[in-house]
């Protein structure tokens, strides 16, 4: 039981690339959370998911889209990298809220 | 609009010392959920609890205690004898229906330094 993975856990661009942060559980969990975390400010919603093939606008979407093709995969792509999306990005993932979230190890993506 | 409140940035204490994490919420429903997540250096976040808005009781778990109060909108955090493992950031969230869907709003975080 893996729990919240996330691919890749470091991940440098330079400003204009593209790419793609994967998230994956193993819970059966019907929600799924992206956030980005900063300095100073916490945690910020970006999109989540509702279940397979929902998704859905956070505080913060501004720059990023996400699928949820699959129950268990919750895809967050940058399509041109800015260097205001360095940051740390946790994957999330829980049942029905209001349960408990349980999180990934995080991305560190720093935009050059 | 919610809120969440950590007016505490940093917290610096000796090992064995209690310390408490402050956590101020703002909401207008009368249905809503608090939890404390832990981050420690490893950098992931790990549940800690979770309290409805119609339980007031006080918890304790082991060295943790969180003590809810509706009249003042805190769910403050307290680690009793802190030890050095405790060092970690430490964040407070709110859950509540908006148009029938459940959001979460994290704090600030605090930050305790829990010294040898």
């Known amino acids: 039981n893996a729990g919240v993975t996330q691919t890749p856990k470091f991940r440098v661009l330079k400003t204009g690339q593209s790419m793609t942060l994967l998230c994956a559980q193993d819970m059966n969990h019907e929600y799924m959370y992206w956030y980005r975390q900063d300095p100073g400010m916490g945690l910020r919603l970006i999109h989540y998911?509702?279940?397979?093939?929902?998704?859905a606008k956070g505080e913060v979407p501004d720059g990023y889209n996400v699928s949820r093709l699959k129950k268990q995969n919750f895809l967050l792509g940058l399509e041109s990298a800015a260097p205001s999306q360095t940051s740390v990005y946790f994957c999330?993932?829980?049942?029905?809220?209001?349960?408990?979230?349980?999180f990934g190890p995080g991305t560190r993506l720093t935009v050059t | 609009a919610q809120k969440v409140t950590q007016a505490q940035t940093e917290i610096s204490v000796v090992e064995k010392e209690d310390v408490t994490l402050d956590c101020v919420y703002e909401t207008r429903d009368t249905t809503y959920y608090l939890f404390w997540y832990k981050q420690p250096p490893s950098g992931e976040l790990v549940f800690l609890i979770r309290?409805?808005?119609?339980?007031?009781q006080n918890e304790i778990s082991g060295r943790y205690s969180w003590n809810f109060q509706k009249s003042t909108s805190s769910f403050n955090f307290t680690i009793t004898a802190s030890q050095v493992v405790d060092s970690a950031v430490y964040f407070c969230?709110?859950?509540?229906?908006?148009?029938?869907?459940?959001?979460?709003?994290f704090g600030t975080g605090t930050r305790l330094k829990v010294l040898a």
């Open positions: 998911s509702v279940g397979e093939g929902t998704t």
């Open positions: 969230a709110l859950s509540e229906t908006t148009s029938g869907t459940y959001k979460y709003i």
């Open positions: 999330a993932s829980s049942f029905f809220p209001p349960q408990e979230q349980y």
């Open positions: 309290r409805n808005s119609f339980d007031e």
